[in-house]
């Protein structure tokens, strides 16, 4: 089991950062490449959550993602430590006008996008953790 751990501060523009590094590694665990466009949009949605919570309530601390290969899986977990669970992400349409809010719409986004996914709310932020199938030994076993 591989880990990769990626901590950044809570600006928007760190969440593409996240993305490409999810993907990358994602590719390189074995996960299909059909699916990777999947990986890509569920990290970013989870993230840009969690920046917007630590916007709102502790923009000092840093938003964590946790990236792990385990056995024939590829799991993502994004944890903010912002306390709550009333916090939206603005959506941007095509327009450039800012979507309605329609709760838990980001967590509905990644529930569609990955395999499997919990979301552990607590006391001191939100624990995301989702996964997709890889290849067992992922591209280290070629």
């Known amino acids: 089991?591989?880990?990769v751990e990626l901590t950044f501060t809570a600006l928007p523009a760190h969440v593409r950062t996240a993305r490409l590094v999810a993907t990358a590694i994602a590719r390189r665990t074995g996960v299909a490449e059909a699916i990777l466009d999947e990986v890509r949009l569920a990290v970013?949605?989870?993230c840009s959550r969690a920046v917007e919570a630590h916007r709102l309530h502790?923009?000092?601390?840093p938003v964590r993602i946790e990236l792990r290969d385990d056995a024939g899986r590829f799991e993502v977990t994004v944890t903010d430590a912002a306390p709550g669970d009333d916090v939206m992400p603005q959506v941007l349409e095509a327009n450039g006008s800012l979507m309605?809010?329609?709760d838990n719409l980001g967590i509905a986004v990644i529930a569609g996008l990955a395999d499997d996914v919990e979301v552990l709310p607590g006391p001191k932020g939100m624990r995301i953790r989702m996964s997709w199938p890889a290849s067992s030994g992922g591209l280290a076993a070629f």
């Open 100 to 102: 309605p809010e329609i």
């Open 44 to 46: 970013g949605e989870a």
């Open 1 to 3: 089991m591989a880990t």
């Open 58 to 61: 502790c923009p000092g601390e």
